[in-house]
């Protein structure tokens, strides 16, 4: 009946045994984000850290809230064509830029939420997925997204008017900062009261109902949010890529975000940055090979669904759980 | 909005807790709830029996306002509630349970509960504060699952206990909101004998100062706890009366009691 019906896939419980593993993962993510730089292609960690935090954005709508979104790349694209204008063509300064393009994306996230959100479970995603059809045409006829061509030569700018952030390194270190804050407003609202009524209502919205719940504007306040937070990853990668195309707006890039969240595991904090890092990490391997990505990507699709449901993150954690769990107490 | 409105615009519903008149539901041609007309005393205890079928569910559904009526009215300690969302209709002070267990699954116990006093004590929008301000609801938290005998289980995953625990478990988070009208839709289904009595007892207790409204097949347990009877078959109102008077309407014996219990 519920939404919920949609993740039954999804182990809920997965979150639970890495809560307590939380500060380990923390400081390997942080030494990893410093080590990085030196190791692999800069460019590279930052789109990956943008993709990261894109499908955690994500996460927080299908993983704690039970709502699947088939329509995340017009805020992921819009916001980054936002930044891209603002930046190129009203020369605003980097933040600013930022900021604008997240708060463009929550106004498409309302627009859109809004009417999706009275729908459930299936046509909830088809309705995700015909407005953002639909923002993809706009996106294509407007004059100042340039439609093929997209916006170009992009000024990454000087940070608050001081930082260079032409030096590779400057640009790394103001997307390591979005990134590590975005994923800290994520863990606020997952681990808040308001999270814990999102998560009441993924697992039963009759429920929630019969508790009192106006479980409409729980969702559409998480659907905002989730949209304002994919619209930072996509304004900093405007800025990273110097570039803001039609690509970023296409529904692959709805169909990409899902597959990672999916191949990290769907309810877990690090799935989605683990689903990321594997798909990004994929197509630059094969990018020069041209061999067809998308075959590679369906291929791990399918083994995914059919031998690890609850993702990477999310099978890794079942099996610490039971192996910490079996020597001691029988149910 | 006459929402908090408690004065008493009917005085004939005032000893009424729950009034519903001329209430259907049609569902295309098929007519699942046909002019019933209800009235439960407050403070009562009042049970819904009937054979498979015969729209309790719906009823449930219609008086909850989780399913609109096609007509009739229904009234809530003397306001009109027709018209309310279900959300409202809890607000208003009258909850239900669900048929099929309905808990949070993998919320744990404790959470379970806390999620369903969150709304009572402001703490659910807060998207910004952390987690641990839940904390301070645990008192009641924990008063309301040792009085349904889960503390030992607090911190358990809903979906990891017994059949018979989730009930209890869903009768502790009704019982959180305080509501003054019970609606339990077969609390004893699907249980152990042993837990049928402990439930039983748990409702009896818990209905101290408040109207249930509960289907129940078991009619042992009707018998036990129910001060009125109401019996529903196709979508009408067969039969009301005591359990005694129930027992001894022969009309109800042939269309219910002899034919589907033993």
Known sequence: ?331 | MTAHDRTLQQPVAARAALSARGLSKRFGDFQAIDDVTLEVAEGTIHALIGPNGAGKSTLFGLLTKFIPPTSGTITLGGTDITRFKPEEVVRQGMVRSFQISAVFPHLSLRDNVRVALQHKHGLDRQFWLPERRLNALNGEVDALLDKVGLSDLAGRLASEVSYGRKRALELATTLALDPQVMLLDEPMAGMASADIGTIADLIRRSGEGRTIIMVEHNLDVVEDLCDRVTVLARGAVLAEGSFDEIRASQEVRESYMGAGHD
């Open chain 1, 1 to 331: 009946m519920s939404i919920t019906d949609n993740t039954d896939f999804a182990d809920r419980g997965a979150g639970r045994s890495i809560d307590w593993k939380m500060p380990v993962a923390i400081a390997v993510l942080l030494g990893l984000m410093v080590v990085a730089p030196f190791v692999a292609y800069p460019i590279f960690v930052m789109k990956l850290l943008c993709f990261a935090l894109f499908a955690s954005a994500f996460n927080m709508l299908l993983g704690y809230t039970g709502l699947l979104s088939f329509g995340h790349a017009t805020f992921f694209g819009g916001a980054a064509y936002a930044t891209a204008h603002a930046a190129k063509v009203w020369g605003l300064e980097p933040l600013t830029a930022i900021l604008f393009g997240t708060i463009c994306a929550a106004a498409m996230g309302a627009a859109m939420g809004i009417v999706a959100i009275r729908r459930q479970g299936i046509y909830f995603a088809m309705t995700t997925l015909a407005l953002s059809q639909m923002a993809y045409f706009l996106f294509l006829r407007a004059p100042f997204t340039h439609a093929e061509d997209g916006i170009q030569n992009v000024p990454r700018g000087r940070l608050l008017g001081m930082i260079d952030l032409g030096e590779t390194m400057a640009m790394y270190g103001l997307v390591c900062a979005v990134f590590l804050v975005g994923m800290a407003v994520i863990w606020r609202i997952v681990h808040s009261p308001f999270g814990q009524v999102l998560k009441a209502i993924r697992e039963n919205e009759a429920r929630a109902i019969s508790l009192g719940y106006r479980v409409d504007r729980y969702k559409l306040g998480a659907f905002v949010m989730s949209a304002a937070l994919t619209g930072l990853a996509g304004s900093t990668k405007a800025l990273v890529f110097q570039i803001a195309t039609l690509n970023d707006v296409a529904w692959h890039m709805s169909g990409e975000v899902i597959l990672m969240t999916l191949l990290g595991g769907v309810g877990t904090v690090l799935g989605p940055i683990v689903g990321a890092g594997v798909i990004v990490a994929i197509q630059n391997m094969f990018a020069t090979t041209g061999f067809p990505v998308s075959v590679i990507m369906g291929a791990i699709f399918v083994i995914c669904v059919m031998l690890f449901r609850k993702g990477i993150v999310g099978t890794l954690g079942q099996y610490l759980r039971q192996t910490r769990r079996d020597p001691g107490a029988k149910e």
